[in-house]
């Protein structure tokens, strides 16, 4: 009979623990397969704003650790730019640097988008002494009244 107890005794004792290691593997095995894959703001296509005269194109070509694309800048009773727009995205601010030619000139600029309601709004703020650059970054403002929307790239 106490040979009986024992084994019933150690018989409960190993399911028990069998049953315990199954629960923290179903566990682990739970924990691999969540895996989320961070998504980013911008995505790859046109933005666009067309409207009294004034036309803005931005047409994002890559997103990685840059972002790189091409601007075209159409505004009324000004001349028109184009150029290469390659940068980075901060969270909701892609910032960087147009390449643009305008009258047979090449120049460079440091330009700021923030990207709201799957519009991209351009910010303004004070420049260094050559007018290329922001002074801070921290202090743009994004006040643009020609957003950019996304939209279908027609060529």
Do not use: W
Request: proline share 1%.
């Amino acid at each position: 009979m106490k040979k009986i107890l024992i084994l019933f005794l150690v018989t409960t004792l190993a399911i028990s623990c069998k049953k315990k290691e199954s629960k923290n593997d179903v566990t682990k095995e739970s924990k691999e397969v969540v895996v989320q894959t961070p998504t980013t703001l911008v995505q790859i296509g046109c933005y666009e704003y067309n409207k009294d005269g004034n036309h803005i194109l931005f047409e994002i070509t890559e997103v990685n650790n840059t972002v790189e694309g091409t601007i075209n800048y159409v505004l009324a009773e000004k001349d028109a730019n184009t150029g290469a727009f390659s940068g980075t995205l901060t969270d909701d601010k892609l910032i960087g640097i147009y390449t643009f030619s305008s009258e047979g000139t090449e120049s460079t600029r440091e330009v700021a988008f923030m990207l709201k309601d799957n519009q991209l709004i351009e910010g303004f703020g004070e420049l260094n002494e050559a007018g290329n650059s922001f002074k801070n970054k921290n202090n743009i403002s994004y006040t643009s009244t020609m957003p950019l929307t996304k939209t279908d790239c027609t060529k």
